[in-house]
């Protein structure tokens, strides 16, 4: 099924990708998640990806605001839809299946 | 376990029917509610810095309880609240608490009350590898921290199961969550959906164990009743029955089935029923205030109109009253009242005078009692009549209609009101509904209908009256141009006479006391007849006396010369013919003078 890693990702063009992930301090779990959310947007989206790490434990008023419940959380802010996928991000054919789901067509 | 004395409020514990404060063993803190009636059950309120769970199908006023929980901790006891909540929004949350007066986004800006809202709604999140609910946590301590709550909600937490396929972690996480509430030692409740033969659907009253309440929503003969039991409540004594709870214009509101305990104080003060003869009857200055008073008796009595005029009394002494009448509308008994000289329309102008019509199977009976005590909250009457509660039969059993009854009386005389009830009776025995509160009622008044010479009578009678003397007579009671009379009945030799019969017999003593009159003028006026002519045959009779008395008056003073010279005589006529014996002649010639 992901015999083409390369190209999950790929059809949906030159647009920058907005992702935002959610985490509480520095737990094992949160920096798993970074570790893999990096190497993911490395080998698909290089180039035209922005990463915005959100602390809740430092700001925790946007948990509410954005309603987030589990850790960890990555948000897809663009292209809209968004997007929401929790845990730590290891199963990476799910988060590449997640992602791409109800993407936009182009 | 933290454990002080119970809270300062509850002087007496309701369960027990001791003073806490007597009690030798320090019992377990408790938050009061504010809800009504929920505090007596549970003997002081929620566990404090402990959570409490309660559970319920859908529609069993679980969220309401909830919100009402934290609305009177901040509007009552100044303990700022969170809500949150995974099925409803806050919009939707604030709009379907206006109406019980719970103003949400007031709360809100005086800094007392969070609502937040977690969205469920979306389609179950992708779960790519380990999570935790650290982020609700936070959200949680966040909100907890921003306005220093004392209380939380969550409501219906349960739904978190249907967000994520792990329910593993679920668990574990919820464990976590509510070992985290104690610790920060808010008093919380979380609701759950009531699940198939279980507390909640997806078991969490596992981890939330300190306290179970219990909410039901049941249908009887039409009528819905909504239960409310506490099933658990670890470290404190509760009421274990079944209590019927309702959501009024207020909020929720529990009722204890029994009432917890007798302790109201009772008033010296009589009052009067505006029907001056009564209150003779009653020891000659009417009934208590704040004691219960039934009038029972057959249809067409005069009990309602009898009713109407203690409202009447009452009005017209300043006080206020008020009349829940379950047959009749407002219009229709100040019309049929004013054919009777009673004007009641003025009192409610002068606002004295209030009028609750309702009928009896619009509601069920926690229903009406919850209309009525929150009418009483309202108005503050000192006098409430129901008429009649014999209706209420339709709306339960004897058995709940008695309870109600004792709670309404209970609720009453816990604030000095004088609670007047009509009972309208089948037969011409008294009947079991009235029977069944007996006991409650202090002054029971009976009006009967006497039938007779083609008509029917109303005659009325103390059948008891706690505290005072009464009468032991029956008064014929009349319905005048004025209102209710009260008259002596006649008691004959054979039997009691009431009206036409009881004035014929009035109209005919009056004409025996008149012909006896003027026996006796007749018979003076004989005697004084009499008496002239006893008088005339006198004077007649002593005259005759008189002329006798003169005749033998003569005859004497003849009588005595006419013996002298007899005697000479025959002394002459003795010597004449030489007599020997001169004594013998003497004494012989002495004895005819002495016999004439």
């Given amino acids: ?106 | 376990m933290t454990v002080t004395l119970s809270h300062p409020p509850a002087q007496r514990d309701p369960l027990t029917n001791r003073a806490s404060a007597a009690s030798p063993f320090p019992t377990l803190a408790k938050v009061p509610s504010g809800v009504a009636g929920l505090d007596e059950v549970t003997g002081g309120g929620l566990p404090q810095g402990r959570s409490t769970l309660v559970c319920g199908p859908a529609g069993c006023g679980k969220t309401l309880l909830g919100m009402e929980f934290l609305v009177r901790g901040i509007t009552e006891f100044g303990d700022p609240g969170v809500f949150m909540a995974f099925e409803e929004t806050t919009a939707d949350l604030c709009a379907n608490v206006a109406s019980l007066g719970f103003d949400l986004p007031q709360l809100q800006a005086d800094g007392m009350l969070v609502l937040d809202h977690v969205n469920m709604q979306a389609p179950v999140l992708d779960e790519t590898g380990e999570w935790d609910l650290e982020a609700l946590f936070i959200r949680l301590g966040s909100a907890i921290d921003q306005v220093g709550a004392k209380r939380v909600v969550l409501d219906t937490i349960e739904n978190l199961f249907g967000s994520f396929s792990d329910t593993a972690t679920v668990r574990s996480e919820l464990r976590r969550l509510f070992a985290w509430l104690k610790d920060r030692g808010v008093t919380s409740v979380i609701t759950g959906e009531r699940g198939d033969g279980t507390l909640t659907r997806h078991g969490i009253e596992e981890y939330v164990s300190d306290c179970v309440i219990v909410l039901d929503h049941r249908v009887s003969e039409q009528t819905s009743t909504r239960r409310l039991r506490v099933l658990k409540y670890r470290g404190s004594l509760h009421g274990t029955n079944e209590y019927p709870f309702f959501i009024g214009a207020r909020g929720v509101s529990v009722l204890p089935i029994t009432s917890l305990g007798l302790h109201h104080s009772v008033s010296d003060e009589r009052i009067s029923t505006g029907i001056p003869r009564l209150d003779g009857m009653l020891g000659g200055s009417g009934v208590f205030r704040g004691s219960s008073v039934l009038v029972s008796g057959t249809t067409g009595t005069g009990k309602s109109t009898m009713a109407a005029q203690v409202c009447d009394a009452a009005c017209a002494r300043g006080e206020r009253a008020l009349y829940v009448a379950f047959e009749e509308s407002a219009p229709q008994i100040i019309r049929n009242m004013a054919s009777v000289g009673m004007n009641l329309a003025r009192w409610i102008e002068a606002g004295l005078l209030e009028f609750h019509c309702v009928r009896p199977s619009l509601l069920g009976l926690e229903a009406h009692l919850f209309a009525i005590q929150e009418l009483v909250t309202d108005f503050q009457p000192t006098l409430v009549v129901m008429d009649p509660i014999s209706d209420l039969m339709g709306a339960g059993r004897d058995a709940e209609v008695a309870a109600m009854l004792t709670r309404q009386i209970d609720y009453l005389k816990a604030r000095s009101i004088t609670a007047f009830f009509v009972g309208l009776n089948s037969g011409a025995d008294i009947d079991g509904s009235d029977q069944a509160i007996a006991s409650l009622i202090d002054t029971w008044l009976l009006v009967k209908p006497i039938e007779g010479n083609g008509e029917r009578n109303r005659a009325l009678y103390i059948l008891k009256s706690r505290g005072m003397p009464h009468s032991n007579q029956v008064r014929e009671f009349l319905i005048t141009d004025h209102g209710i009379q009260l008259a002596d009945v006649y008691v004959g030799p054979q039997h009691v006479l009431t009206g036409s019969a009881r004035a014929a017999q009035e109209a005919d003593e009056r004409l025996k006391a008149t012909d006896r009159l003027h026996d006796l003028e007749q018979r003076k006026l004989n005697l004084e007849r009499r008496r002239k002519s006893v008088e005339a045959q006198a004077a007649i009779m002593w005259r005759e006396f008189e002329a006798e008395a003169d005749v033998v008056d003569r005859l004497l003073r003849q009588g005595s010369t006419a013996g002298v010279e007899r005697a000479e005589q025959r002394v002459e006529q003795g010597r004449l013919r030489s007599a020997d014996s001169v004594e013998s002649n003497s004494r012989g010639a002495n004895l005819p003078v002495s016999s004439e």
């Avoid at chain 1, 915005?52 to 419940?69: C, G, H, N, T």
């Fill in chain 1, 1 to 106: 099924m992901m015999s083409d890693e390369q190209g999950i990702l790929a059809h949906t063009g030159t647009e920058v990708w907005h992702l935002r992930l959610y985490v509480a301090g520095a737990s094992p779990k949160s920096l798993k998640a970074f570790a893999n959310l990096r190497r993911l947007c490395e080998a698909h989206l290089a180039g035209r990806y922005e990463i915005e790490i959100i602390d809740l434990v430092k700001r925790p008023m946007l948990a509410q605001s954005d309603d987030i419940v589990a850790i960890p959380t990555l948000v897809r802010a663009l292209p809209a839809p968004m997007r929401k996928i929790i845990g730590d991000l290891s199963n990476t054919d799910r988060v590449l299946l997640s992602l791409q789901a109800e993407g936009p067509a182009t």
